[in-house]
């Protein structure tokens, strides 16, 4: 399927334990984004990806780990899950030209026990 | 100061009523504006984007920015209950590196009702 897809949709965790949510998009698109969604904040950047192999840090990164050695793949790493990273993740990806607009993914509701 | 403000809501609104969402920025380097709606328990999707000062229009919707004021508008025609959503505001810098980066605003959530 055309577009971006994020799994697990759902996942349940217990606290310390390392999660990893995917993010996945077939447009080729240069910028993969991973921004987390908090009653009260609204969406946090927590990292970005200009390209393969080229990542950044956003608002929020601590805790978290991204890697991205393929265009198409962004995956997110919760080294060592804490209850206050519960969370809804969304994964989002742009091009490098233009309005840059960005479109997102179903995102994932993580719960840390 | 935050950024981006947006009113959180929630805003209340009789079907067919004219919608009025707006943001207010600080950061003058912005040149790209846009509007997502956002479903409860789904992603959001793109509405719309302008770049730079002026309107846009589509549909039911319109984009409206005023640089000089730092001030950005969304205009929902003839709403409907199934405009019932929240709606973000975000914006960015012109091009290259880190200006791909989005500021978004909280959201304000918006009922339509029949």
């Known amino acids: 399927d055309a577009g971006i897809t994020q799994s697990p949709r759902y996942k349940i965790t217990e606290t310390g334990r390392q999660v990893t949510l995917m993010c996945h998009q077939t447009w080729s698109h240069s910028y993969m984004f991973w921004y987390r969604q908090d009653l009260g904040h609204g969406l946090r950047l927590i990292y970005y990806s200009a390209a393969a192999d080229i990542t950044d840090k956003g608002e929020v990164p601590d805790g978290y780990v991204v890697s991205r050695s393929k265009t198409e793949n962004f995956p997110l790493t919760l080294e060592s899950a804490t209850r206050s990273q519960t969370s809804v993740y969304f994964c989002?990806?742009?091009?490098?030209?233009?309005?840059?607009?960005?479109?997102f993914g179903p995102g994932t509701r993580l719960t840390v026990t | 100061q935050k950024e981006v403000e947006q009113d959180p809501g929630p805003l209340s609104v009789p079907e067919g009523a004219i919608v009025s969402l707006n943001c207010t920025y600080s950061n003058s380097a912005f040149q790209y504006f846009m509007w997502y709606r956002q479903y409860s328990r789904k992603g959001p999707e793109l509405l719309m984007y302008t770049y730079s000062s002026g309107n846009k229009e589509d549909g039911r919707f319109t984009a409206q920015v005023d640089k000089s004021s730092k001030y950005i508008s969304l205009f929902i025609r003839d709403s409907q209950p199934s405009d019932s959503a929240t709606y973000l505001c975000?914006?960015?810098?012109?091009?290259?590196?880190?200006?791909?980066?989005?500021?978004f605003g909280k959201g304000t959530l918006l009922t339509v009702n029949p």
């Open positions: 975000a914006m960015r810098r012109g091009s290259g590196g880190s200006n791909y980066k989005l500021t």
């Open positions: 989002a990806s742009s091009e490098s030209t233009g309005a840059g607009e960005q479109y």
